[in-house]
Nanobody, 125 residues
């Protein structure tokens, strides 16, 4: 069983930055591709970014391109989401997710079997 725990969320002003972390346990992180999703109140969960097992292939939603960076440190069993130039519309609960097909960088939630509990990100205007 894989446990994923997100951290690093909080309140930030428009234009600010945050780095989210996702710590994995129960399974070697290098056996998983990883993704970040988010869900704002009243909205469906949406894809943000994904990364393959080795970190050399990434995929971003259009809303995240050029502002967010996904990365991973398999030795630390941790995945990161660096978020810059934050906007009020980035306000959401952010979830990390694990995909047991480590070479597939997927943008849809159906590929992901493991989910964290989420961390709140609030961007004030």
């Amino acid at each position: 069983q894989v446990q994923l725990v997100e951290s690093g969320g909080g309140l930030v002003q428009t234009g600010g930055s945050l780095t989210l972390s996702c710590a994995a346990s129960g399974r070697t992180l290098s056996s998983l591709a990883m993704g970040w999703f988010r869900q704002a109140p009243g909205n469906e969960r949406e894809f943000v970014a994904a990364i393959n097992w080795g970190g050399d292939s990434t995929y971003y939603a259009d809303s995240a391109k050029d502002r967010f960076t996904i990365s991973r440190d398999n030795a630390k069993n941790t995945v990161y989401l660096q978020m810059n130039s934050l906007k009020p519309e980035d306000t959401a609960v952010y979830y990390c997710a694990g995909n047991p097909r480590p070479t597939i960088v997927a943008g849809t939630s159906a590929w992901y079997d493991y989910w964290g509990q989420g961390t709140q990100v609030t961007v004030s205007s």
